[in-house]
C-alpha cells in the first residue's frame, strides 16, 4: 500500500522571511494533520534551515525538502550543495531532474543518476522528474521518450525500501501554463512507468514506489489524478506557494 504524497516546489520564490512565514501558515493550515498523506515542501536552499526550524518549534506534518544537491561531498564547486549540507538542515527529500534544470542548466540523465545514488546513500530520498516536452507529445513518442529517461535516470541503483525514491512524472508542456495533462493522459505515462520499474527492480518494489504527477495542479483538479491507478500524488509548482491552496490539495488527497 503506498501512502499518497503531495509535495511542493517553491522554485526560486520566497525570501528567508516569506518562505519561514509560508512553512508557519501551512503548520497552522494543517495542524490537524495529514491522515496518510506526505507531504513535503522544498524551499529554495537558503530557506531550508529556517523552514526546518519551524517544522521542529510547530511541530509541523510535513517534511522537508531541497530542490538540487551536487554529487561531490565536499570541495572546489562553488555555487553548488552536498548531500551531508541537506542533511545537517534536515532536509529528508530532494528534487532532482526537474525539466527547468535540464532545460537552463543541462543537467542530464547521467547527472541525474548520479544525484540518485549520492542523495539515497545519505537516506535523503529523489523525487525524480521525468517528462517530455510538447514536440514530442505531438509526435506520440512521449511514452518511449519517458521510459527511456526512467531507465536511464535509475540505472545500477539499488532500491531496499521503495518508499525512499519518488518518481514525478510533469509533462513539461503542462508546467506552470495552466495547461493540464488530462487524468488519463497521466495514467497513460504513470502506468508505463511503474511497468517499467516493475522490469528493472521487480514487481514487489515498483508498487511501492510513490508516481507523481506535476504540472499546473491545483486544488480543483488534483483528485481527478489521484482517482487513477498509478497516479499517488502530485508535485505541485505555483499552488505550492500559498498556504490556503497547498493544504487545500493536501485535504482533497486524504
Ligand atoms: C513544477 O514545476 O514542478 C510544477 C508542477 O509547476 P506548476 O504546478 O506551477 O505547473
Redesign the pocket.
Known amino acids: 500500500m503506498r501512502n499518497r504524497m503531495i509535495a511542493g516546489?517553491w522554485?526560486m520564490n520566497k525570501t528567508y522571511t516569506e518562505g519561514v512565514q509560508l512553512a508557519q501558515d501551512l503548520a497552522e493550515a494543517l495542524s490537524d494533520g495529514t491522515g496518510n498523506v506526505d507531504v513535503v515542501v522544498c524551499p529554495p536552499t537558503v530557506d531550508l534551515k529556517g523552514v526546518s526550524t519551524v517544522i521542529d518549534q510547530q511541530s509541523a506534518p510535513f517534511a522537508l525538502g531541497a530542490q538540487n544537491v551536487y554529487w561531490e561531498e565536499s570541495g572546489a564547486y562553488t555555487g553548488e550543495t552536498a548531500p551531508n549540507m541537506l542533511e545537517a538542515v534536515g532536509a529528508t527529500y530532494c528534487i532532482i531532474g526537474?525539466s527547468?534544470r535540464r532545460d537552463y542548466f543541462h543537467e542530464t540523465d547521467e547527472d541525474v543518476n548520479k544525484k540518485a545514488k549520492t542523495l539515497m546513500s545519505h537516506n535523503i530520498v529523489p523525487i525524480s522528474?521525468c517528462g517530455e516536452p510538447l514536440e514530442i507529445r505531438e509526435a506520440g513518442t512521449h511514452v518511449a521518450y519517458v521510459v527511456d529517461q526512467i531507465k536511464k535516470d535509475t540505472e545500477g541503483l539499488e532500491i531496499s525500501d521503495p518508499a525512499k525514491y519518488v518518481v514525478?512524472y510533469?509533462p513539461i508542456w503542462?508546467?506552470?501554463?495552466g495547461k493540464t495533462a488530462t487524468a488519463d493522459d497521466a495514467q497513460e505515462v504513470c502506468g508505463a512507468i511503474r511497468a517499467t520499474l516493475a522490469e528493472i527492480f521487480g514487481q514487489e518494489t515498483a508498487d511501492g514506489i510513490r508516481i507523481l504527477y506535476?504540472?499546473?495542479?491545483k486544488p480543483e483538479n488534483v483528485a481527478g489524478f489521484l482517482e487513477k491507478e498509478d497516479v499517488d500524488g502530485a508535485?505541485?509548482?505555483?499552488?505550492s506557494l500559498k498556504a490556503d491552496s497547498f493544504s487545500a490539495m493536501v485535504k482533497a488527497a486524504m
Request: charged residues 15%; aromatic residues 0%.
Open positions: 516546489n522554485k526537474h527547468e522528474c514525478a510533469e503542462a508546467i506552470g501554463t506535476g504540472g499546473s495542479a508535485l505541485v509548482g505555483g499552488a
